[in-house]
C-alpha cells in the first residue's frame, strides 16, 4: 500500500506535532512543507521534502493528496478553499475560521467541490472521547441532564507578554473554550442557546481571565463551562487527559455528564449508575472502563489519511467546525451584551 502524501502548510508548533506524527506512522508521507520563514526552509532540507514560501507552488509541484492547514487562524478558509479547488482535502486547524460567514463560505466550497473537508479538534479522536460518545448515544445515561465542564488554569505571567493576550480576543473565551464546546457537542449533540458572564477582575487586563457560560442543548439539557487563566487549579482537560507533554498530568476529572439514568465523569469514564432502585435513597454502582491509551494527533491524520481514501466520513466536518465556532463566539457576544444569544444555523 502506498503512503497517503500529506502536505504542510505552515510549520510552527502544531505544525511541527503533525510532521512528527506523520513521521511515525508508515502509512503516510510528508510530500513538502510550505512555509515562508527560514525555519521552514531549513526543515524541509532536513527532512528531504520540497519547500515553497507559498502554499500553490506546491499544491502545483507535489500533487499531494491532502493538506494540513496549520497557519494563523485568519488564513485557514482562503488556503483550505485553494486545496478544495485542487482537488486536494484540506485537514483544516481549529478554529476553522474567524468569523461565521468565512466559515459558512468553506462549506460552501466544500459542498460545491466534493472534495473532503476534516477540521482539527483534535479531541475527537482521543478514544477517551470515542468510548464517551457510545456510552451516550447507547443510551447507558437515559436522556442526558446536564453537562459540566471545569477549564481552571493558571497561565505564566509570561504568557502575557505578548500584547496581543491582554487584548479581547486573546482570552479563554477565544483560545481555549473552543476545545470545550466542540467536544460538548460531539458528546451531547447540538447547543442552540448560550448565556455568559466574564470577568477581568484578577489581572485587569482589557481581555477577560475568567468566564462562566450557560448552554442550552436542543435534546433540553442544560450546560455550564467554567473557564479561568488565572487559578491555582487542576480541574482541566488538558491536565488530566494528558494529550500534551507539556503539563504535568493530574488525576482528576474536568467533565462531567448527567443523565436521568446514569452519569460519566470524564477522563477517567467512570459511570455512576441505580442497579436497583432508581432514588437519592438508593446505593449507586460505579462502573469504569479503561481504553488503549493511543495519541489523539496520530488518530487525526490516520483518520483523515481514511477520509482521503474514501473509506471515512468527516469525524469533525465543515459544519461541524462551523458550528463549533459559531457557538464560541456567542459565548463571547452573551458575555459582552449581558444577553442571551440563540445559535441557529445562519443561512
Ligand atoms: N489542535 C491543536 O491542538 C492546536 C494547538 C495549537 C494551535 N492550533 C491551531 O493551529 C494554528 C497555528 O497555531 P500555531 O500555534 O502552530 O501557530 P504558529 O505561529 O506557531 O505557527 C503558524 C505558522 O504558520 C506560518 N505561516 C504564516 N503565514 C503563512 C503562509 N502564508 N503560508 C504558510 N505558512 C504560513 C508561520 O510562519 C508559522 O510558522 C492556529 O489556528 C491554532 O489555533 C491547534
Redesign the pocket.
Known sequence: MQPVRLLL???????RTHIDRIGRDPHLALAGI????EA?KVLAQQLGVPWAAS?LELLERTHAQGAIV????A??VGMAIDCLERGVAALV???VADTVAEALALVQAQQRTGVPVLV?H?RRHNPINSRARSIVQDGRLGRVVTANVMCTVLKPDAYFDAAWRRQPGGGPVLINLIHEIDMLRFLCGEITEVQALSSNAVRGFAVEDTAAAVLRFASGALGTVVLSDAAASPWCWDFCAAEQDQYPRQDVQSHFIAGTHGSLSLPDLALWNYRGDRSWHAEMTLEKTFVHKADAYSRQLQHFAAVIEGREAPLCSAVDGLRTLQVTLAVAEAARSGQAVSCTLPG
Open positions: 502548510i505552515g510549520a510552527g508548533v502544531i505544525g510550505a512555509e515562508p520563514s521552514g502554499h496549520a497557519t494563523p487562524n488564513s485557514h486547524e481549529k478554529p482539527g483534535h
